[in-house]
């Protein structure tokens, strides 16, 4: 069965260095999205992406964050500059469309940021 | 801002009971996905409701969307151990592309 492939797994960065996550998604999904988990809370939306665009993103997704297609595969978070706060179980999501949304979600990236 | 929550928070049962878990917004949704959460592992989609009193059957799970598309509910008849996990609902608003909004969740556990 297809799914959503996440690298790392775990992941720990000092403060201030920057750091990648790296998603393959489903191959025939056009719709991509990341997702992070504080521990203990809820599940909150960070950015969608759709034809190597941002279609839309949360407040907590700022000018430290982007997100990139680098090429028919990959699909990366990059967190520039990383804050303790950032410590959190990042998901990576795709959908074959975005209405309705139904994301299939990889297994995560736990980053710890020390 | 669009909230959804859901209860109870918690629910502890026996193998072979039956339970409803409520996920409920003041807001009108688009569409309503549930999913189960393994401890360390991603969402997992069970369904997706899109149509105000749709009903949906998985098994012995029976998902329901409300009139209103404002809330949601999660029936599981005669619980099994597998079925332990955490519940959450996630809702999709027209105006989001791809944006859904999750409730908090529900922590079943149903011991044998």
């Known amino acids: 069965e297809p799914e959503v492939t996440q690298t790392p797994s775990h992941q720990v960065t000092q403060m201030g260095q920057e750091v990648i996550l790296r998603c393959v998604p489903i191959s025939n999904h056009l719709y991509f999205y990341w997702y992070r988990q504080i521990l203990g809370q809820k599940v909150e939306f960070l950015v969608s992406?759709?034809?190597?665009?941002?279609?839309?993103k949360s407040e907590i997704f700022d000018d430290q964050f982007s997100v990139e297609r680098p090429d028919g595969s990959n699909f990366t978070l990059k967190i520039r500059s990383t804050k303790l706060e950032d410590s959190a179980m990042y998901f990576c999501a795709s959908s074959d469309r975005d209405s309705p949304p139904e994301a299939f979600f990889g297994q995560g990236t736990r980053l710890t940021v020390v | 801002t669009q909230l959804l929550e859901q209860s109870p928070q918690f629910l502890s049962i026996q193998e072979g009971e039956n339970l409803t878990v409520y996920c409920n917004s003041s807001s009108v949704f688009s569409s309503l996905q549930w999913y189960r959460q393994e401890p360390g592992e991603g969402p997992v989609l069970l369904v997706t409701v899109v149509t105000g009193g749709e009903v949906k059957k998985l098994k012995r799970l029976t998902f329901q969307f409300g009139d209103a598309r404002k809330d949601s509910s999660l029936h599981i008849t005669a619980a099994q151990p597998g079925d332990t996990g955490l519940y959450l609902c996630a809702g999709a608003a027209n105006t989001n592309a791809g944006k859904s909004t999750f409730g908090d969740g529900t922590t079943l556990t149903v011991k044998p």
């Open positions: 992406f759709y034809n190597n665009e941002i279609s839309e």
